[in-house]
C-alpha cells in the first residue's frame, strides 16, 4: 500500500493546495493531510479556526474514502517536538499496528528556508511537488484589504466557507466580531510598516519580555493595543537606544505589572535569558526578543496592578496556561512551554 501525507497549515486552501491533494488522491491509497497550527490563537497569519480548515479540506473531495484529516499543534521553539507529533499521527492514521509494512511519502515543495522540515524524514520517501507562487499570505492580504481578487485563488467552495465564516463568527466570538478585530489590526500593521518604509534598509527591532513565575504562577498581561489587543501577552516591549536589555526588561514589568517587588530582588532572581528569534513571530517586522527569566522565591504572591501598555494583569497558574492556549499574542504560548520545559530538564 501507498500512503501519502501532506502538511500545511490552509490558511486559506488555495487552488494549489486542492491540485496537490486531487493529485494524491488519484495516487496513493489513502492521503493524510495534517492542518498545522492547530489551536492557534486568531491572527491575520491564523484567520480561520481548525474546523474551518477542516471544512475547506473535506470540501475538495467530501466524503471521499481516501481522505483523513488530522490537527497538528504548534512547537515553534522546540522541533524535535513537532518532529515527534508528526510522526505520531503518520503512524496512528495509517500503520497503528507499527507493521511499517507501507509505503509514506512525504508531499511538499521547496519553497523557500521554512522547508528544511522535508528533508526531516529519513525513514520515509519524498514526493517534491512542483514549486507554485501561489501563497496563503497574499490572499490573506489581498481578503483584508477588501480586493476581490482573493477570490481567484480558491474554490467556490471554499469562498462560501470563508463567506460563512465572516458572517456568523467562528468560535467564542460573537457575530462579525473577529473579522472586525482583524480587519482592524490588518489597517494597524499596514499604517505601521508605513511608518518603516523609507527606512535604507528593513528594520530590525529588539525587543524584551518577562516571565515571572512564583509559586506556580506566571505573571500575565492582557494588552491594551493593537496588535493583540485584548490577548494574554508576557509583559515585555521594546529596548530604548540607551539601555541595556536587564534594564530594559526591568523596567518594562515595572511599567506594565507594577509588581511590588524591589530592583535588586528582582536583578538576583533572574536565572536566564533566552533569545527568540523566529523571524514571523511579529506581523510589524522582523523582531527578535529576549525573554528573561525571573524565578522568585518568596513567601507569597506580590501585588501586582496594570500599567502603561497592558488593561488587565494576573497571576496565572500553571495549570491554566494550556487551556488559554488560543488566547494568547504571537508566539507567547510557545515561549512559555520552552521556558517551562528549560527550568524543569
Not at 47 to 62: E, F
Not at 297 to 320: I, T
Request: proline share 5%; with cysteine.
Amino acid at each position: 500500500m501507498k500512503y501519502g501525507v501532506f502538511i500545511g497549515r490552509f490558511q486559506p486552501l488555495h487552488l494549489a493546495h486542492q491540485e496537490i491533494i486531487f493529485n494524491a488522491l488519484e495516487k496513493y491509497d489513502k492521503l493524510l493531510v495534517i492542518i498545522g497550527s492547530a489551536n492557534s490563537t486568531p491572527s491575520l497569519r491564523n484567520p480561520w479556526n481548525d474546523d474551518t480548515r477542516i471544512k475547506m479540506v473535506q470540501s475538495i473531495a467530501p466524503k471521499h474514502p481516501k481522505l483523513i484529516t488530522a490537527l497538528l499543534e504548534d512547537s515553534n521553539y522546540n522541533f524535535n517536538d513537532w518532529l515527534k507529533n508528526v510522526h505520531k499521527l503518520i503512524m496512528f492514521h495509517l500503520d497503528p499496528l507499527g507493521e511499517n509494512k507501507h509505503e509514506i511519502n512525504i508531499i511538499g515543495c521547496y519553497k523557500d528556508a521554512g522547508s528544511y522540515w522535508l528533508n526531516a524524514f529519513p525513514h520515509w520517501k519524498l514526493d517534491i511537488v512542483p514549486f507554485t507562487t501561489l501563497n496563503g499570505t497574499d490572499i490573506r492580504n489581498l481578503y483584508f484589504e477588501g480586493h476581490h481578487d482573493w477570490r481567484k485563488n480558491v474554490s467556490d467552495r471554499v469562498q462560501q466557507i470563508i463567506f460563512d465564516w465572516e458572517t456568523t463568527g467562528d468560535g467564542p466570538y460573537e457575530t462579525n466580531k473577529l473579522y472586525k478585530t482583524l480587519k482592524e489590526e490588518y489597517r494597524y500593521i499596514k499604517d505601521y510598516k508605513a511608518s518603516w518604509s523609507k527606512a535604507p534598509f528593513p528594520p530590525i527591532f529588539v525587543t524584551v519580555d518577562c516571565f515571572v513565575i512564583c509559586k506556580g504562577n506566571i505573571l500575565m498581561i492582557k494588552r491594551g493595543r493593537n496588535p493583540g489587543k485584548d490577548l494574554w501577552a508576557l509583559p515585555g516591549g521594546f529596548v530604548d537606544q540607551n539601555e541595556y536589555l536587564k534594564t530594559a526588561a526591568i523596567r518594562e514589568l515595572k511599567e506594565e505589572t507594577n509588581i511590588d517587588v524591589a530592583k535588586p530582588i528582582l536583578e538576583s532572581a533572574l536565572k536566564d535569558v533566552i533569545v527568540y528569534d523566529n523571524p514571523i513571530r511579529d506581523l510589524r517586522g522582523r523582531t527578535i526578543t529576549h525573554t528573561h527569566v525571573f524565578d522568585l522565591n518568596l513567601k507569597q504572591l506580590p501585588n501586582v496592578k496594570a500599567g502603561d501598555d497592558a488593561n488587565y494583569v494576573r497571576w496565572l497558574p500553571l495549570g491554566e496556561i494550556d487551556s488559554l492556549k488560543n488566547q494568547f499574542y504571537a508566539d507567547h504560548y510557545q515561549i512559555i512551554k520552552n521556558v517551562l520545559f528549560k527550568l524543569e530538564s
